[in-house]
Every structure is written in C-alpha cells, then in structure tokens.
C-alpha cells in the first residue's frame, strides 16, 4: 500500500478539544423536558440533542495529538491535586435559565444552583476547574481568557418567538425559570435536580462521516 504524502502525525492530525463534566441519564432527561417547555416561546431554535448535552469546564479548541496527550495529563494533574486538598466527589444542582447575546440570536442555557445547600458543590466545582485550568496552563495549552461561568447550553440561534408578551429573552427566560419553578427564589434547595460528579472528561468535537455534530469523550479522569 502505498503511504499518503501528507501522513497523520502527532504534529499533523488536529482534533477539536474541551474538557468537560458528562451528565447521567436522568438529568439528561430533566434537560431535555425543560428544552421542550421552552420550545413554543423559541424562534428558530437549534436544540442541543441529548447526546451532547454536557457543562464545559475549559474550551482547548484546535489540538494536535500531542496536545491532546498533554491535556489529559493536565486533567490528570488537577483531579490530584484536587484529592490532595481534601477534594472528592460530589453534586452540583441544576439552577435558573440564562443566555449569552450572539448578535442577534442568543445561545439559551440553564446554570447551578450555589447557594443554601447546593453552595459546598459549586464551590468543589469552582475549586477543580481553577486547578484544571492553571495544570493546562503549565503544559502550555492556551485556554480562553474569560471568566468561568458554568452553565448548560441547551439551544443556540434563538429568537423571542412573537407571541410571549416579552421583548428581551433575559426577560423572557428570567419570567420562565419563575414559573418552571427553577429561580433561586423558588422552591427549597433540595427538591432541586442534581447529578454527582466523580469525574471530568476529555471530549472531542466534530461531524462522524460529515453527520450531525458529535461530542465524543476521548480520556477521563475520576476524582
């Protein structure tokens, strides 16, 4: 067989990266019931499919093998240092519904809880992602410059559909995690759903076979 001119090395091949939490069954389901809640209130939604559904930790982007072999390293490197300052396992709870403006389309998301008794589980979760960041940092993989703010995407590309009463999707969300009973302010902190966290992974970005967009998970390491 003959060998390709241009042949997939550690240097060559690039693969799109982010570490990142996955989620287990049932909170997939309570996101994909809030995703259908919201559909009628959604103008032109792309919805994130189940499968994808996930809460980034780092963007890496762009990454050669090497990198790659780097960054889980990295991961490594923070889970540890996590353990070693009294870290392990444990639970972050769902919280209200937010968006990020892209223009004139806004990427809808739902965020954590971090107060009463939801506050020692994002704080573990704000520890372990500053070890994660500043252990990539050292390997010499860049990371975005900006601050963490740990949230869900659950759709991008989306319009206030006419007909909600509301101008604004901040407006329109803030108005929807009241009545969905997912607002701070609503409900005691334990009814809330909450998924544990034992562990972060490496996910790979891309299109199998040029299909629907896949984030498939590349390397993990547990708490």
């Known amino acids: 067989m003959r060998e390709p001119n241009h042949p997939e090395t550690a240097e060559s091949l690039r693969r799109r990266l982010f570490v990142a939490l996955t989620l ?4 997939r389901d309570e996101l994909e019931r809030v995703q259908g809640l919201l559909l009628p209130d959604l103008a032109h939604p792309r919805l994130t499919s189940r499968h994808n559904l996930h809460l980034t930790l780092v963007f890496l982007g762009e990454q050669t093998l090497r990198q790659e072999a780097d960054a889980t390293r990295a991961m490594c490197a923070a889970t540890r240092a996590f353990a070693d300052a009294g870290g392990t396992s444990f639970r972050l709870s769902l919280g209200d519904l937010g968006c990020f403006e892209r223009r004139s389309r806004s990427v809808v998301w739902m965020g954590l809880r971090r107060t009463g008794s939801a506050r ?3 704080g573990s ?3 372990l992602q500053a070890l994660l960041e500043a252990e990539l940092v050292l390997t010499g993989l860049k990371t975005e410059r900006r601050p963490f703010r740990p949230h869900i ?14 101008k604004s999707m901040e407006d329109l969300l803030l108005r929807r995690s009241r009545e969905f009973g997912l607002a ?3 409900g005691a902190d ?34």
């Open 24 to 27: 287990d069954g049932s909170t």
């Open 125 to 127: 979760l704000m520890k």
């Open 120 to 122: 020692a589980g994002y």
């Open 184 to 186: 701070a302010e609503v």
């Open 190 to 223: 334990e009814k809330c759903p909450s998924f544990g966290v034992d562990g972060i992974s490496l996910m790979w970005s891309h299109h199998p076979a040029g299909g629907a967009l896949a984030y498939s998970e590349l390397s993990r390491c547990s708490l």
């Open 153 to 166: 995407t659950l759709a991008r590309g989306c319009r206030v559909a006419p007909g909600t009463g509301e």
